[in-house]
């Protein structure tokens, strides 16, 4: 139950008897029974733009947006938000990129957009402190819960294998 580590132990508990009597997936499909339809990196930079010109049009542009095979879960890692500063000439230049893990091309359209929101909230705040957290609340108003459900999905792959 790693992804749950810092939940209360009630809501381990509940989530624990869930897959022991193999009643996750269920739990899961119920809630989330569909996957999106983005699938390649292009209409994945539609679908971050909309969100971005719709809640922080005066934000750092975004340089790329992509699809990243190599963020993985065990680095603790979703999605990845860089920012790279160079000086060129007498300029400081500088890009953000947005990377999402190849694991959310077929999952609910709930939980990219959860991952998406992160990451572009860390256009502004850098770390993981309550004005991030305002923000991601901003984007998204039930962020937290779809973190939560979220981790529940990883459980349940990590535990039987994907649903989707």
């Not at 119920?30 to 969100?51: F, G, K, Q």
């Not at 340089?63 to 603790?76: E, M, R």
């Not at 909230?121 to 309550?130: F, I, P, S, V, W």
Request: charged share 25%; proline share 4%; net charge positive.
């Amino acid at each position: 139950m790693k992804y749950l580590a810092a939940y209360p132990a009630h809501l381990q508990n509940q989530i624990e008897q869930l897959l022991e009597q193999d009643k996750l997936k269920e739990y899961l499909l119920t809630r989330y029974p569909s996957v999106h339809e983005i699938s390649n990196d292009s209409a994945l930079r539609d679908y971050v733009m909309d969100l971005k010109n719709r809640f922080m049009r005066k934000s750092a542009p975004l340089s790329k947006i992509a699809f990243d095979p190599k963020i993985h879960v065990v680095n603790h890692a979703l999605g990845l938000h860089t920012y790279v500063s160079r000086v060129q000439g007498s300029k400081l230049k500088s890009k953000n990129e947005l990377r999402v893990s190849v694991l959310f091309k077929r999952v609910p359209e709930r939980f990219l957009n959860m991952i998406v929101v992160h990451e572009l909230a860390h256009l502004k705040e850098k770390d993981h402190n309550k004005a991030f957290y305002q923000l991601c609340l901003h984007m998204l108003p039930d962020y937290h819960q779809l973190e939560f459900d979220l981790r529940v999905y990883l459980t349940q792959i990590d535990a039987l294998g994907d649903i989707y």
